[in-house]
């Protein structure tokens, strides 16, 4: 019987060493070695000491935090947060091998709870022998649920465990307080645009072209579509290189970086915090009357593949939370909107919702209904125990007449200025104004109207604003 292979993780090929160094789940181990042509050229670009990463001066510098721990050969319990290509599991990688300490990698998403207890067990084996904790490096720790993250605790407590995250998710929303509060958070950013010409320069090297030039459009177009993702450059580099053997081009020019621009879709996670930054980006230059940045915005989202019914329905909160009555044609066309995207998909529908954001973010704006509402939810909150007016109830049986439903109530209709003096607060909140338009927009005539309407029901405690 041919002996079962370990698993090693699927991005780091031979980093684990012995047999302490086994991680929890991932694909096969392979039976002969691969060849280096085979695999990508940003792993065998991975950098496997300090001076050869690239970026995150404030963490890397001679002063930053985790080139001192790389210095002392130790590890600390912490969570290395970033965007993708930043260098996350490159430094997760350099910790475990400066302190060498055993070490498990693993994907959140392997993990199930029996796991987890086992390697805890394993942990305190180790600890209670050779007083020397276990380092577990979680890739995607934002997907470990509530319950899995507060199986850590004690263990992370009491160094037993060493716990280093990798995630891409905003670990003050991912991770539950109690875990987040025993964990150090390195943020890394995306990587400037001189980090991504040296990145870029190493990698053409290693391919051995350093001998076809790129025009100087081609290589700021590269740069700048890579927008801080180091793996995203040299993913392009790798194509643009194999295109120039294939083609024997002499240089490369825009059209060549822009072919295999177009093969590699923009990175843009639909359900994570990239997500909901475009988003909220697209709505606060809808909300500043920037139609220029609110198009640009929008067509970062459908670049990425966010659901364009999803923005028609961002578009419709915005026109009501935004513009409100000062343009209330705007609820309308947004809806109208999503009904057109619906009826003739894309790409076309969404030039509509192009259509619809210029016409959002070109209206006069007020936020007085939505903030209104708010002040109305909070109101009828603290006072949910008054009691409707008795003259604003129906009397629906005689019974119920008998007892003062309806009684002193003022049908509008019946004066020839539409408003009565009837008040319709309970007794303890007459006098409230909620609603207080201001001087833009069909807000403008509102604020008439209810001038008018004031002066014939009377006066109110509190003037308009």
Same mark, same amino acid.
């Given at each position: 019987?041919?002996?079962?292979?370990?698993?090693?993780?699927?991005?780091?090929?031979?980093?684990?060493?012995?047999?302490?160094?086994?991680?929890v789940?991932?694909?096969?181990?392979?039976?002969?070695?691969?060849?280096?042509?085979?695999?990508?050229?940003?792993?065998?670009?991975?950098? +496997?000491?300090?001076?050869?990463? =690239?970026?995150?001066?404030?963490?890397?510098?001679?002063?930053?935090?985790?080139?001192?721990?790389?210095?002392?050969?130790? $590890? $600390?319990?912490?969570?290395?947060?970033?965007?993708?290509?930043?260098?996350?599991?490159?430094?997760?990688?350099?910790?475990?091998?400066?302190?060498?300490?055993?070490?498990?990698?693993?994907?959140?998403?392997?993990?199930?709870?029996?796991?987890?207890?086992?390697?805890?067990?394993?942990?305190?084996?180790?600890?209670?022998?050779?007083?020397?904790?276990?380092?577990?490096?979680?890739?995607?720790?934002?997907?470990?649920?509530?319950?899995?993250?507060?199986?850590?605790?004690?263990?992370?407590?009491?160094?037993i465990?060493?716990?280093?995250? =990798?995630?891409?998710?905003?670990?003050?929303?991912?991770?539950?307080?109690?875990?987040?509060? +025993?964990l150090?958070v390195?943020?890394?950013?995306?990587?400037?645009?001189?980090?991504?010409?040296?990145?870029?320069?190493?990698?053409?090297?290693?391919?051995?072209?350093?001998?076809?030039?790129?025009?100087?459009?081609?290589?700021?177009?590269?740069?700048?579509?890579?927008?801080?993702?180091?793996?995203?450059?040299?993913?392009?580099?790798?194509?643009?290189?194999?295109?120039?053997?294939?083609?024997?081009?002499?240089?490369?020019? +825009?059209?060549?970086?822009?072919?295999?621009?177009?093969?590699?879709?923009?990175?843009?996670?639909?359900?994570?915090?990239?997500?909901?930054?475009?988003i909220?980006?697209l709505?606060?230059?809808?909300?500043?009357s920037?139609?220029?940045?609110?198009?640009?915005?929008?067509?970062?989202?459908?670049?990425?593949?966010?659901?364009?019914?999803?923005?028609?329905r961002?578009?419709?909160?915005?026109? =009501?939370?935004?513009?409100?009555?000062?343009?209330?044609?705007?609820?309308?066309?947004? $809806?109208?909107?999503?009904?057109?995207?619906?009826?003739i998909?894309?790409?076309?529908?969404?030039?509509v919702?192009?259509?619809?954001? $210029?016409?959002?973010?070109?209206a006069?704006?007020?936020?007085?209904?939505?903030?209104?509402?708010?002040?109305?939810?909070?109101?009828?909150?603290?006072?949910?125990?008054?009691?409707?007016?008795?003259?604003?109830?129906?009397?629906?049986?005689?019974?119920?007449?008998?007892?003062?439903?309806?009684?002193?109530?003022?049908?509008?209709?019946?004066?020839?200025?539409?408003?009565?003096?009837?008040?319709?607060?309970?007794?303890?909140?007459?006098?409230?104004?909620?609603?207080?338009?201001?001087?833009?927009?069909?807000?403008?005539?509102?604020?008439?109207?209810?001038?008018?309407?004031?002066?014939?029901?009377?006066?109110?405690?509190?003037?308009?604003?």
């Amino acid at each position: 019987m041919t002996a079962r292979k370990r698993p090693v993780h699927p991005r780091q090929p031979g980093l684990l060493g012995d047999e302490q160094r086994t991680p929890v789940e991932g694909p096969a181990e392979p039976v002969a070695a691969t060849p280096a042509e085979v695999i990508p050229l940003a792993e065998r670009l991975r950098p +496997r000491i300090p001076d050869e990463f =690239v970026g995150q001066a404030h963490l890397m510098r001679a002063s930053g935090p985790i080139r001192q721990l790389l210095q002392e050969r130790r $590890v $600390v319990s912490c969570v290395l947060w970033g965007p993708p290509g930043t260098g996350k599991t490159t430094l997760a990688a350099m910790m475990a091998r400066a302190c060498a300490w055993p070490t498990v990698w693993t994907t959140a998403v392997y993990l199930t709870t029996p796991q987890l207890r086992k390697l805890f067990r394993r942990a305190q084996d180790l600890f209670r022998t050779r007083r020397i904790p276990l380092v577990i490096v979680v890739d995607e720790v934002h997907r470990l649920n509530r319950a899995q993250q507060a199986l850590w605790l004690p263990w992370v407590e009491r160094g037993i465990v060493v716990l280093v995250g =990798v995630t891409t998710e905003n670990p003050s929303i991912a991770l539950i307080p109690p875990l987040l509060s +025993r964990l150090y958070v390195f943020r890394l950013q995306p990587l400037a645009s001189e980090e991504l010409r040296q990145l870029f320069q190493r990698a053409w090297v290693s391919l051995g072209l350093e001998g076809i030039p790129w025009e100087t459009d081609a290589l700021e177009a590269a740069l700048t579509w890579a927008a801080g993702d180091a793996r995203r450059l040299i993913q392009l580099v790798e194509a643009v290189g194999q295109d120039v053997r294939t083609r024997d081009l002499p240089a490369v020019d +825009r059209s060549v970086v822009q072919q295999w621009v177009a093969a590699i879709l923009p990175v843009m996670d639909r359900g994570g915090e990239m997500f909901y930054n475009l988003i909220s980006a697209l709505q606060k230059s809808i909300r500043n009357s920037d139609p220029d940045a609110a198009l640009y915005w929008l067509a970062r989202l459908v670049l990425g593949g966010a659901d364009p019914r999803y923005i028609a329905r961002r578009l419709i909160r915005t026109a =009501v939370e935004d513009i409100g009555l000062t343009e209330p044609r705007a609820l309308g066309m947004a $809806v109208d909107a999503l009904r057109a995207f619906e009826q003739i998909g894309s790409p076309e529908g969404e030039l509509v919702l192009a259509w619809v954001t $210029v016409f959002l973010a070109t209206a006069p704006k007020s936020h007085r209904v939505y903030m209104a509402f708010q002040e109305a939810l909070k109101t009828a909150e603290a006072t949910a125990g008054e009691p409707v007016p008795l003259h604003l109830c129906n009397p629906v049986t005689s019974l119920m007449e008998d007892w003062g439903y309806g009684k002193g109530y003022q049908y509008a209709h019946d004066v020839e200025a539409g408003v009565t003096p009837m008040e319709c607060f309970p007794e303890a909140l007459q006098g409230t104004r909620f609603y207080h338009p201001t001087a833009r927009g069909m807000e403008r005539r509102i604020r008439r109207w209810l001038a008018y309407i004031r002066k014939h029901r009377g006066p109110a405690e509190n003037p308009p604003q």
